[in-house]
């Protein structure tokens, strides 16, 4: 049992049998309870080791190369297959992260934590949220000059980020994610309350789009090691299904790892997507989901949701209560 893992955020090493996470501080006694979340680090366990002999390998005052404030929460992130691990902080709300590269090599074989050579990738002004590594190429997601994000690649061995090659650039849909598969990146976007997924060749950016069985929001997993990965996707009238992404088709099959429940797929619902304006004129996406034939002259009974803070939204979901709603004949 290790005690004090809040923000674990588990990375495992390539042996299997021992792995990078986040621990609280041990608060001495008298210590003010604010002080809980303070000077978090990361610690490196062994399988059948006792945790309190962990050995602490990134946050807090630990190395000169890497920056790390009391109040953010610091992780050791590795890619299955990858020879670099990255330094992560996390500054509290914020979505823009400071990012960190070192091999993996020198980072497990340092013989303390100020020997790591990290070396900056980017900070919170450069607007980076996310990250993905295939081989020496580092993809960088950020919302720098591009309200609505851009793809960048920056190398791996010398990351400059200031220079750093545009593979997808902003667009009027919004991308959510990059996952740098073993074939190629795939592209999550948002084009209005639709999400996409989008395959970008590694070789000469060339890009298509994946026909998904639903319009709705969706999750792609994957491991870097093999081909393809798993498409999870729903709708306001679908439920959650699985399908497996066959890579050389570029085409989704049915997993069965979730059956489809006998309320699952409704075929009396419609879902109609439309934008409309806000007071200063900005286009909102808004999704009006109801039953068919319904008439719509504004007697019936309507349960309005929106959101949109921290750079989130509101993705399509599938919903039992919203369900029993609908079957009313209410909006």
Not at 155 to 180: C, G, H, L, N, Q
Not at 305 to 318: C, K, M, R, T, V
Request: charged share 20%.
């Amino acid at each position: 049992v290790i005690d004090r893992a809040r923000f674990g955020g588990v990375s495992w090493l390539p042996d299997g049998n021992s792995f990078f996470y986040n621990r609280l501080q041990k608060l001495p006694a008298g210590a003010p309870i604010t002080d809980k979340f303070q000077n978090s680090r990361v610690f490196l366990h062994k399988l059948g080791e006792n945790p309190d002999n962990d050995r602490p390998m990134f946050g807090v005052g630990l190395s000169p190369a890497a920056s790390v404030a009391p109040q953010d929460t610091p992780y050791c992130v590795l890619v299955p297959g990858s020879n670099y691990a990255f330094g992560l902080v996390s500054h509290g709300v914020m979505n823009e992260i400071t990012l960190y590269i070192a091999p993996l090599a020198d980072v497990t074989g340092a013989r303390d934590a100020g020997a790591i050579p990290w070396v900056k990738v980017c900070d919170v002004p450069d607007a980076v949220t996310s990250f993905d590594i295939h081989g020496d190429d580092l993809f960088l997601l950020t919302h720098l000059n591009a309200s609505r994000f851009k793809l960048v690649k920056t190398s791996a061995r010398k990351p400059d980020f200031a220079s750093a090659t545009v593979v997808v650039p902003e667009s009027d849909a919004v991308i959510t994610d990059a996952s740098a598969a073993k074939e190629a990146l795939y592209v999550t976007l948002r084009d209005g309350g639709i999400q996409k997924l989008r395959r970008i060749s590694y070789t000469d950016n060339s890009s298509r789009d994946v026909s998904l069985p639903v319009e709705g929001s969706l999750d792609f997993s994957y491991d870097p090691r093999v081909e393809g990965g798993l498409v999870a996707v729903t709708g306001w009238t679908r439920a959650y299904l699985i399908y497996a992404l066959d890579s050389a088709k570029n085409t989704l099959v049915p997993t069965d790892l979730q059956p489809k429940g006998p309320y699952d797929a409704p075929d009396d619902l419609v879902s109609e997507e439309v934008k409309v304006k806000a007071a200063d004129g900005t286009p909102i996406p808004l999704t009006i989901v109801y039953k068919k034939g319904l008439k719509r002259d504004g007697s019936n009974p309507a349960w309005i949701e929106g959101y949109g803070a921290y750079g989130e939204s509101i993705d399509p979901g599938y919903s039992a209560i919203a369900l029993a709603w609908l079957e009313k004949g209410c909006v």
